[in-house]
């Protein structure tokens, strides 16, 4: 399988990221960020809220697979989008493949100061 070709602006976060290092993906955030998501109520704020919400979202995707990732590189920000499968909570063991669109905004150190996630689990498939 070739190697994913991740923009070099959020390589750092997705090295972490897929090997689940909780410190590492905290590294790549300034310490004000904030990551708004489908299914949170609130944005996660500053490196607890951050951790707390990673801590989660590994735990969910531990059966993950990306299967294709598409990249837009913009001025201090990258826009991907992800087809994975995995399966989903309250859904049973059956994996099911979904889109999920990330757009990272980062500073001008090249930190991540806000990450915005979409997940299209109404549009979910299920896979099995």
Known sequence: MQKLKVPREIEAYYEAFFAADMEGILACFTPDAEVRSTGLEHPARGPAQIRAYFEAMLDLSRDMKAHRHRF?????????????????????????????????????????????????????????
Do not use: K
């Open 72 to 128: 837009l590189v913009l001025p201090q920000a990258i826009t991907a989008t992800s087809e994975i499968t995995m399966p989903l909570p309250g859904r049973g063991p059956t994996p099911y493949l979904f889109t999920s669109i990330q757009v990272y905004e980062l500073d001008e150190a090249g930190l991540i100061f806000r990450l915005l996630t979409f997940t299209d689990l109404d549009g979910a498939v299920p896979m099995g």
